[in-house]
């Protein structure tokens, strides 16, 4: 069974780079405003949201284990 995130992008933090959605268009993409979101409310866990995650300069992305609750990113 695949494993899944649930992955947020919190509008009050995002400054509208846009990274999230250049590095990982099949999984971000960019809304109305220019900020991020997750084209899904959970996504396949993987390398790449994480990094995706990891890359954003004000940590405005925040991933959660969609079956236990656990953080997943930005750590505590």
Do not use: H, Y
Not at 3 to 19: I, Q, Y
Not at 40 to 46: E, N, Q, Y
Not at 51 to 63: L, Y
């Amino acid at each position: 069974m695949t494993e899944l995130w649930s992955v947020t992008v919190d509008k009050r933090v995002c400054v509208r780079t846009g990274l999230c959605a250049a590095s990982a268009p099949e999984r971000f993409e960019l809304d109305e405003n220019g900020q991020g979101r997750a084209r899904s409310a959970t996504l396949p866990a993987s390398e790449e949201v994480l990094e995706v995650a990891e890359s954003c300069p004000i940590e405005a992305i925040s991933i959660v284990d969609a079956r236990s609750g656990g953080k997943v990113f930005p750590p505590e």
